[in-house]
């Protein structure tokens, strides 16, 4: 009997690793040494990304003094970092390692110079978490989008009757407790009960999804909005990095980049609202907890937006951790435990406060983002995030992604 050949070998090849963007996606913002970094930077513990083009691959940072320094021969990634019980002592393992002046990286980020390093999302494989309707503020704001079908010239009249019907009381009901549920009974008989109301005041938070592991951007690059939208907003938040046990390690400023106009038309388009290309944004740095900086300083941190259009258009707000409906552990707790696991760790955006109601082109319009807008989000202790509004399908494709980083760890020795 004649032998069966053997079966053929299938080799499965990586994806060549993306073309670099052309120039012509330059964001074109100012991002001076003192945006990036917080006020006490000489005490800060701050890690980052970079992509490196002579590694063509990203490297894991830490910032010392007015460098960055590779730390990528530690861990390949901040994800396996974070997961080391030596955290703090690991990343002061600076001497004999790359190098390179910040502000040279800076320029390098906001020209879209492919040539030198450049800044990135200080995240990779974590995945991307978010609270929603956190605060009251902006959990009136969803009642609101919700009422009024996505359509923005509605906003206004609808918000003076909710603030006729329900006033300044429900913002001291402490969510999931006897209070909260006999205010619920009392706005369902008045038939002002909304499923943003259930989650705004009730035992639940809302946790989603925001985007998918990598695809976050950094400070110094472009944020999407889809074309289509014309009622969207930043969200200005803080955004807690967790590794796999559910320890909280450090906070970073996030933009939940949100469309109000598709979630206003229906919650099950939150997806299509919050899940874009460019739509999430996180930066500069994660600064790490340790002596100078820890949860208990998260709670009371102000976060501060700034928006200044080509239109000369300028938008100011403010979002208070301190007013935060939830406590950002039990956040936490509500997105890790026995219930659902992250092995490579996650990051969680706590939710904001701000939600814009300026008019900006018409009287009862309310605030939507214009082609061009610069978005600053700060906070003294974390420094800035700095990005410029495009439409998502005209915005640097996201195309280095699982995969394509496996690829590269390997090209390069580190896996």
Partial sequence: MRAESPAPLILLLPPPLPDPPPNDWKVNVNISLSDLLPLDAENATLVGRIFDPEANGPCVVVVDGTDIVDITGIEPTVSSLFERADLLSAVQDLENRPRWALTDVIAATVDADMSKPRLLAPIDLQVVKAAGVTFVESMLERVIEERAKGDASQAAAIRD?????????????QPGTEEAARVKEILKAEGLWSQYLEVGI???????????????VGTGESIGVLSRSTWNNPEPEVVLAVRSDGTPLGAALGNDVNLRDF???SALLLTEAKDNNASCAIGPFIRLFDDSFGMDDVRELDINLRVEGPDGFTLEGQSSMKNISRDPASLIEHAYGDHHQYPDGFVLFTGTLFAPTQDRKAPGAGFTH?????????????GALINKVEHSETAHRWEFGIWALIQNLRQRSLL
């Fill in 263 to 265: 979630e206003g038309r």
């Fill in 202 to 216: 009730g035992p639940d938070p809302e946790i989603f999804t925001k985007a998918p592991v990598l695809s976050s």
């Fill in 370 to 382: 214009e082609l061009g807008d610069t978005v600053s989000i700060s906070n003294p202790r974390l």
């Fill in 161 to 173: 009757q909710l603030a006729d019907a329900i006033g300044g009381a429900i913002s001291s009901v």
